[in-house]
Nanobody, 121 residues
Framework: VQLQASGGGLVQAGGSLRLSCAASGLPSTTYALGWFRQAPGKEREFVVAIQWSGGGTYYADFARGRFTISREAAENTVYLQMSSLKPEDTAVYYC???????????????WGQGTLVTVSS
């Protein structure tokens, strides 16, 4: 299984970024793909997830209304559109794949390498 995250960068507060996660080799038991983030000195936290079959979405409270997850099934790619970005959104964003739960990192089986998002004030 490979998960390739991309799209991070430097953006001013209030700006937007779109992250991509290209997946390959996913097992047929894949339940969802999700995005987590980890700021320096903090634990990895859940951002959003999308069910691989069915497309149901689940958002952390801070992400709802500003972030949108979508899936391009034909390309095995998941996108995270982030808008109205704030300096506190600065973190390394990781995509992961899970065959179990959605919103806790330890239930994820596979992880991509992460992409850095920096939001300047």
């Amino acid at each position: 299984v490979q998960l390739q995250a991309s799209g991070g960068g430097l953006v001013q507060a209030g700006g937007s970024l779109r992250l991509s996660c290209a997946a390959s080799g996913l097992p047929s038991t894949t339940y969802a793909l999700g995005w987590f983030r980890q700021a320096p000195g903090k634990e990895r936290e859940f951002v959003v997830a999308i069910q691989w079959s069915g497309g149901g979405t689940y958002y952390a409270d801070f992400a709802r209304g500003r972030f949108t997850i979508s899936r391009e099934a034909a390309e095995n790619t998941v996108y995270l559109q982030m808008s109205s970005l704030k300096p506190e959104d600065t973190a390394v964003y990781y995509c992961g794949a899970t065959t179990k739960g959605l919103a806790v990192a330890y239930e994820y089986d596979y992880w991509g390498q992460g992409t850095l998002v920096t939001v300047s004030s």
